[in-house]
């Protein structure tokens, strides 16, 4: 169901009258590798379109070019999408086809600011904001402000992802969340409703029945007496995905070590290991970013502990009988059906810990964050794990 006037009824006139023209466009001159997407094709970019315009209207008054940026941003932003799942690096895929697209149709004027917004959108917003400044310059400010109003704008539209498609909270401007309730209508007048309710129930099943399981994300593990190589990049990397995917998880589990001073894995009392993840100390603290990514984002988090007994070394957190239990009561609770388990090191604690999962929990099925799994060997023994187990490996 397209937008026609009757939705546009209440739009300001020269936003109304830009939809009009660009919509046209849409479905005269724009492709998608997807034609068929009811998520994201044709209607998704129409309501994209008409949220980008609204936006750009209220944030950016003074500046005559931000509404056809804006505009081109949202036209060809998933053409070149390959699926309707992450599918991450369709943004730069978009911004490619509309350089393109524009060196051959010369009644489109090319913005380069357009390309960025596009090439960026489905990335973190730290990396859209570096690569931002780096080009820009001086103008820099003016091209983040519109490429906050156009991820918001995208956001928006999540609502057609169902009743838990969007988290109002991840907004940027406050324009933007001002609209929340709009955009859900917005959805409902232009989606077929048993679509909308198929969709909500899909989302729904496959949102609901995932844990996440991160394995001592400790900053003795990061940056203190045991550190891990590239531990402090993958956790950088961690708080930016839990905080972007956090939602998506019905249960999230963080599991540390906490150890008394005169532990027996402790070089001086015998064991292979330096002093590390104290009870009590700044180095047994979970990694602030991640802490706080988990904080902000919905659905239930726990915590547990593990060599906690001087003559105990516990590098699977089911070594621990209690938390074995309560993680297994959990997961059945909750009816988890798929685990991501990622964190410090892959090759020690991630591995073992994997390994008692997938005894205790032999229905459940297993994915391994690599990217947020550094080992000390460089990846090797958990690699061949996964391998020999058949065990995903991804981001």
Not at 12 to 35: E, I, K, N, T
Not at 136 to 141: I, L, M, Q, S
Not at 230 to 257: P, Q, S
């Amino acid at each position: 169901m397209l937008i026609d006037d009757r939705i546009l009824q209440n739009t300001h006139p020269a936003v109304a009258g830009l939809f009009r023209r660009w919509q046209q466009y849409l479905y005269h001159d724009v492709d998608f590798s997807m034609p068929d997407s009811e998520i994201h094709s044709y209607a998704h970019t129409e309501r994209v379109l008409l949220h980008a315009l609204t936006l750009g209207h209220e944030i950016m008054k003074d500046d005559p070019e931000a509404l056809d940026i804006l505009a081109h941003a949202a036209l060809f932003h998933d053409t070149r999408r390959q699926d309707d799942y992450l599918d991450t690096g369709h943004g730069a895929r978009g911004a490619v086809a509309y350089e393109q697209h524009c060196a051959s149709h010369p009644a489109i004027t090319f913005h380069p600011e357009s390309t960025f917004l596009m090439r960026y959108h489905d990335l973190d917003d730290t990396k859209g904001i570096e690569s931002i400044r780096k080009h820009f310059g001086r103008e820099a400010d003016r091209v983040i402000r519109l490429y906050s109003i156009f991820k918001d704008a995208d956001a928006l539209d999540r609502w057609r992802l169902g009743s838990i498609g969007l988290d109002p909270a991840f907004l940027r401007n406050e324009a933007a969340k001002k609209r929340v309730e709009y955009a859900r209508q917005l959805v409902d007048a232009t989606t077929d409703p048993e679509r909308l309710d198929y969709i909500d129930r899909l989302v729904k099943s496959t949102m609901s029945d995932r844990m996440l399981l991160i394995i001592d994300p400790q900053v003795d593990f990061i940056s203190g007496s045991l550190p891990v190589p590239g531990a402090i990049e993958a956790m950088a990397d961690l708080a930016k995905y839990v905080k972007a995917n956090g939602g998506k998880y019905k249960v999230k589990v963080v599991t540390a070590d906490y150890h008394p001073a005169d532990h027996m894995s402790f070089v001086g009392n015998g064991g292979q290991w330096p002093v590390h993840c104290v009870a009590g100390t700044p180095g047994a603290e979970i990694a602030p970013a991640v802490y706080d990514a988990l904080q902000a984002t919905p659905g239930e988090t726990y915590v547990f502990f593990k060599g906690q007994s001087r003559e105990c070394e516990q590098y699977s957190i089911f070594d621990n009988p209690e938390a074995a239990e309560s993680i297994t009561h959990i997961a059945a609770d909750a009816h988890i059906r798929h685990i991501d388990i990622c964190g410090l090191a892959g090759d020690v604690c991630v591995l073992a810990s994997l390994q008692g999962a997938m005894q205790l929990m032999p229905d459940v099925s297993y994915r391994v964050l690599t990217a947020f799994s550094p080992s000390i060997d460089g990846g090797t023994k958990l690699a061949d794990f996964t391998t020999e187990h058949s065990i995903p490996c991804d981001r």
